[in-house]
């Protein structure tokens, strides 16, 4: 299923008219204030979000899924399904594929299909958290941390397969994400799972094409753990360094202790030049993959900001990030819900890039702590979805891409051509 | 030092086009979705807030105080600084007394002074986690849960004079909180001490005036803590329920363990009718009595989201919310702080009666999550300070109350007729 | 299978002059501080922990399940491995069945099985946190806090069904956990849903038998949750205090927000004669249901204080409380898991009974807290588990439970039995 | 005042023989495990607590300070104070100066009187967390961290006087801890502050004697705070590597996000051999430096575990730790508060002395879970104490220093000679 210009245009079409008279209100706004609204609407036009292949159906807790109807059951509808939020978006144009769930059988078709639906490839995510059918070698006491140099090996190997396998598709990084821990104090040696965890991604680093990145993920917690190898920002910047200059530190939004201040922890690693990308999410109590900006919009507007002053003043060369949404649909259509979070992404960001800083270096080097404050709120309070909205108009995109969604009565065809009961391979 | 209507109608005079385009595009926006803009107007109007008056001075931390020169040094001063503060924000319409801090000595002439100021006395506050010198019983080991019934029948008793001095100024409720607990395992029996409080309270409510309400304050620790006796709601609203009908629980949001999910206990609080009041701040780690709004202005909304919805389904009868702000002003003036606080709460309320309750309602009945969240963060994504702006100019208020009061000069006044070091009392 | 008293016996032999020795020490040095030994005996002979029926298979998280081979298959070989666990501890003399896992379809049957394992059924536990197969209608957004009041008839009912069942075998009380809550702000009427619950708990106390009791759960969150309808102990008092005096509030020790001074819940709870019963578990992070004193052993023991402490204090006549271990158990032999949980609890337990409370409350009285902290870690230090062994040993039990299980055999003999690929139902 | 030799040993006499049976009973039982008694003697004996100048006073709260009585009120008095705790402890062998509270006026002096007492002087410490009468530049908004270089030069000019003064009284460390962030997001440049504080802590490395060592402390958060500078360890051990090879992290336990694994932070930072030393004290909520091992005992070994096994597999040369105790006395007589935590210091890293690591190595090797965790338990719940008190008592120590000082009337000898109503300089 793939939308047509043609059907975006017609729907668009009576909604229109109010639209320009809003966003003609806030672009004078905008420019009155000096801003340079076509230089905004190039920046969110280049903001695009990878969507990862196993968010498109449902998620499911310990107590269960509730699948949805018509999810993908296979690689092409879930390249399909991306299109259509690409389409309804404009912000959603790339995938991010996860091995085992998702190995393309024939790459070439596959890169073929993406380019019809305008996507590329980003990160590819390697998976040794769970064991695969068939497999030697168990990850029950961890991977790339294990004792034993045997299931090292495996995982290790894994790993580059992985990478084998994006570069057939064009990707060019990798994101290693470990759910390596001890579940009880003594388990296992602190040291040395931490001193084989940095030999083991040593090894993948070697055999890595020069070309990629790898991103080292962290998490302070799984439930039933005691401890994660890869804990905090610190333990993976160390990694980071300890492979190379092709080595980054990933932040996703729900991995972090309760209260971290997540936007200092971009400021820094921005100014190591090593934040290699970001996982989006939202969350009250742990990592509870929830809609962006469903629970923390402020703290989003602040981590923008980070980001938006960090690529203005980037001595340090970090490359562009690599920006994946990493949530779970439990309740909510998972279409609907990543049209939620891919809008709430593009508010962040545009608020962010209303922050007059001029006037917040300003304010900041007299100690005007009341100004400094009113300069944020001011972008953050402004009502930014006209602009948001114009700059995926422009793109051929939705004015309002979920009442889009609905009224094309996208989900009552996807489950009329899939089925009520597929099931999406994934988490 | 008292601001007069000339003064701010002068001062809004040349802003006064730019804040009427604004209004009229946000005014139009919500009438054609069926909004009663006049009746939202008076609902603003009708949010007042006490200032407390140990707030209006540079606040301190163990590692000192930054004194900001043109503190107010006694009640009247006080009074004269909220009146500052209404007159330009037209929302902190009253004040509420610490004791001992701010003893009125002619209470007849205090009262005078503050109908001067248009403003009316809120909730006393009683203080038994200080010794005061002259003191006959320390409460280093307590108070109202004290061990010894010296030491208890000396707060009870302050309790006692602190409403007597309070009806003097027309006041109508008691704050009580305590700083009351152990540092340590074993220090007293933690039931032991609750139900000292328990009995200590009693004796109080026993003796307030029938038309006197009690609110009760809860909190979870203080730093060398290992325990509070009121730690959480629950807590809190058991002892309320000891006393009785006037008895309340009042919420701090400052008080609460991390990620308490501080809107689901108003709610359960209104649904019992026992939530007395409310005292703003903000924080990211404990309780750091930061301005209102300016570390979780979403949890801020939702949290007057269910006040609004509280509000217009009391099947409990709560009465009506005593507000006030309850932070600290350590590198801010104190004047400005308070203004971006009372700014963010009507903010927060403006944005909490935008949303549109029915077809929230609905959208719940189908259990259409998207819809739901939807029409919440539209509300809140609003940009809605056109109508706040308009509620306070229409009350005779300032357009932009910080901006105003720089213009005005008022510090630099305030300085100039009180000296440069003069310190408040408080903490 | 089951232990026999002489195969035990025969595998205390060899340790029990070591074993004497020490106890014989251990006891002089207790007497010799006015202790009565034989009372102490007799108490921690009487602390019976009920173990959950699906808790005897491997757990598992949202990654995937690592079968341990030999696990029970029916509800008879559970009632087999409580037998073992009770044979070799002499402290889990009770189970706790969960409807519908382990639904008996003979009743006497079972019943007269467990009473070969000098065994009892204590509290039933409910289910509406799952979908079972041919359900009609779907707890996907809720069971008594549903909006459709289909859907809260169905989960009522089922809670009258599992009574109807713990009737059969002999239970007396039902225990309910809801994983009922919103995963997003607006999903639900927190105050609607809250209004709901109390009303079904009412339906269910009503027609529950009057000799029976209902323990209600409380917990702050589950994984991608934005609220829980019943969150803390203070929901859960009001719920029980909604219903009447036979409902009470159940803790389970990994249901708290970070920090939560549980001690002081218990504390609370017991001088309302409102704590029902006791999930025994341990955590770092949140729920982690890890086994039991493996992480934060000294709060296991201020609880402990604090129910000794209770029970001698009774004046609210709290009954009897309901303990079980709800732990899971992932990497370990689930039934040396559980015996580490025993062990650790009637540690925890004599230390406590070691408490000089005499002194205690001296200390207390006179403010001396180095004395009171002197007291408590005096108990805690002391090394109990020659006094925990002697009142094992004098009931017949193992001297070194998970020793004698090793070296008897008894998962090989189990996987020999049940095969290597049995899963347990349950979670 | 300064305890004899002969006062202690007459002290002793009517306890040596309950003692010596205990400590005969355990030194049996140990060697019969293969357990070298003289070399853990010897161990316990080696390790050496810094007793920080500030701590000798009733600490105080935002609320206020009671103060106890014959407090030390020079640095004479607080030598002596240590000395009295070195005496019946025979741990607490060295202080660590807090300039500017604690200036020596004669270095010669204070050298030779720190000799009588058989103390040295630990790493020194600066403070520009505070501004001191008559500074010229306020520490308001900062200090290594602040906007103006003005402001930047007098806190490094601070550090560099701090080291001057250390090295007349032969210590060899001095310890970095601010309090510089930001209460406000936006207050600041996130970024600009880390750089800035990077640049100024190099300055002072530059200039520190070659033969010192810089400790750089971390921080999450203070009241009233948004952010802190170094927030955490990655940002010090960052800035530490930014430093050079004499720069190191220092942990103290109260300083860590809720949840944090902080021993596995130890064994991270001993694999870097980056590990400079440790401050001591215990909390439940957040930094409430409370008596160590008052709240979190198992954490503590835990810890020391981590420190022992890091020592013994020293392959980074991590280079031989500062201990030191950072706790607030506010209601407990701060020597017997201090002997309380010297005890729990000993007493843990006994316990970790006693884990059998070969045991465990092996256990872990095989990913037996439930041994691993036996060998841990095993070691913390054996009752130390006889062992602790040997090496005490064979050092000239008092076998019950909190009795022996109560008996020998200390406080009330301080108080006589000092007066009631004296107050420490510090917090």
Same mark, same amino acid.
């Given at each position: ?6 059907? /975006? ?49 449902? %998620?499911?807790?310990? +107590?269960?899924?509730?699948? +949805? ?17 690409? *389409?309804?978006? =404009?912000?959603? %144009? ?41 497999? *030697? ?29 994006? #570069? ?24 040395? *799972? ?7 991604? #040593? ?74 990308? +970001? ?21 989003? +507007? ?7 002053? %960090? ?19 439990? /309740? ?20 962010? /890039?209303?922050?007059? #800083? ?22 953050? =309070? ?46």
């Amino acid at each position: 299923m793939k939308l047509e210009a043609t059907q /975006l245009a017609a729907q668009n079409a009576p909604y229109l008219d109010t639209h320009d008279r809003s966003w003609d209100i806030l672009r004078q706004q905008m420019e009155s204030k000096g801003l340079n609204t076509k230089a905004l609407l190039q920046q969110l036009s280049d903001l695009q979000i990878a969507i990862p292949s196993w968010a498109l159906g449902a %998620g499911g807790t310990r +107590f269960g899924r509730f699948s +949805f109807g018509g999810e993908p059951a296979n690689l092409e509808q879930k390249i399909a399904d991306v299109g259509l939020l690409h *389409a309804l978006s =404009r912000s959603a %144009g790339s995938i991010s594929l996860h091995i085992p769930w998702d190995i393309p059988e024939d790459p070439a078709a596959i890169r073929e299909l993406a380019a019809i639906h305008e996507l590329t490839f980003d990160a590819v995510n390697s998976n040794t958290f769970q064991d695969q059918p068939g497999q *030697a070698q168990s990850y029950k006491f961890g991977s790339l941390c294990h004792h034993s140099a045997e299931v090292r090996a495996q995982a290790i190997e894994h790993n580059l397969e992985v990478i084998r396998i994006g #570069q057939t598709l064009g990707s060019k990084s990798i994101t290693v994400w470990l759910a390596d821990g001890a579940s009880f104090p003594g388990q296992h040696s602190l040291r040395g *799972a931490l001193q084989r965890t940095q030999d083991s991604l #040593q090894a993948i680093y070697r055999d890595m094409p020069e070309d990629w990145r790898m991103f080292i993920e962290y998490k302070p917690y799984e439930p039933n753990f005691y401890s994660t190898v890869i804990a905090d920002w610190g333990t993976s910047l160390m990694l980071a360094e300890g492979c190379g200059p092709n080595a980054y530190t990933l932040v996703d939004l729900g991995h972090h202790l309760p209260n971290t201040n997540i936007e200092q922890i971009v400021a820094t690693l921005m100014m190591k030049g090593k934040l290699g990308g +970001f996982h989006f999410n939202d969350s009250k109590y742990g990592d509870d993959d929830l809609t962006v900006g469903s629970i923390k919009p402020y703290q989003l +507007f602040l981590i923008f900001n980070e980001l938006v002053y %960090g690529m203005a003043n980037n001595t340090a060369n970090n490359p562009p990030l690599a920006w994946m949404i990493d949530a779970s649909h439990n /309740l909510k259509d998972p279409l609907e819900d990543l049209l939620q979070s891919l809008e709430a992404i593009r508010i962040a960001y545009a608020q962010a /890039l209303l922050v007059d #800083q001029e006037a917040l270096a300003d304010a900041q080097a007299r100690q005007d702590v009341t100004e400094a404050q009113e300069i944020l709120q001011d972008a953050f =309070r402004t009502d930014v979805r006209p602009l948001v909205r114009e700059a995926r108009w422009q793109d051929g995109g939705a004015l309002y891409p979920i009442q889009a969604y609905r009224e094309l009565g996208i989900r009552e065809q996807l489950i009329e051509q899939r089925g009520m009961h597929t099931i999406a391979t994934g988490l």
